[in-house]
């Protein structure tokens, strides 16, 4: 997954709205198409953006197809986009005693 593919399927509401659908349990197609006031192709467009980003799973059962949350790409899509931001990098700096006036004070803390 390309974090473009992911900021993309994450960019319209009714992605977001799908991917908290499935949060709470695997839906058929029928199911989330119940609850959205859109035609089942513009859907289906959707849903191919999902699985494009592997956001999603889906399964064939007989004549049905099953969506599910795949949570270990989500897990690796917010560790990404962590990373880009360098989200919680500068609290670990303080923690390890970057800004320690003890450590400064002896000059460990310098370099």
């Given at each position: 997954m390309t974090l473009?593919?992911?900021?993309?399927?994450?960019?319209d509401?009714?992605?977001?709205?799908?991917?908290?659908l499935l949060r709470e349990?695997?839906?058929t197609a029928g199911e989330i198409a119940g609850r959205f006031p859109l035609a089942r192709s513009?859907?289906?467009?959707h849903f191919n953006v999902l699985k494009a980003a592997n956001l999603i799973l889906s399964e064939r059962r007989r004549t049905t197809i099953v969506y599910?949350?795949?949570v270990s790409a989500l897990e690796e899509a917010m560790a990404a986009a962590m990373d880009l931001f360098k989200v919680g990098q500068a609290e670990t700096g303080e923690r390890n005693g970057a800004d320690d006036p003890a450590s400064s004070a002896n000059g460990e803390g310098q370099r």
């Open positions: 473009n593919a992911l900021f993309h399927a994450l960019g509401p009714t992605r977001r709205e799908i991917l908290r349990g695997d839906l513009t859907l289906s467009g599910s949350l795949n």
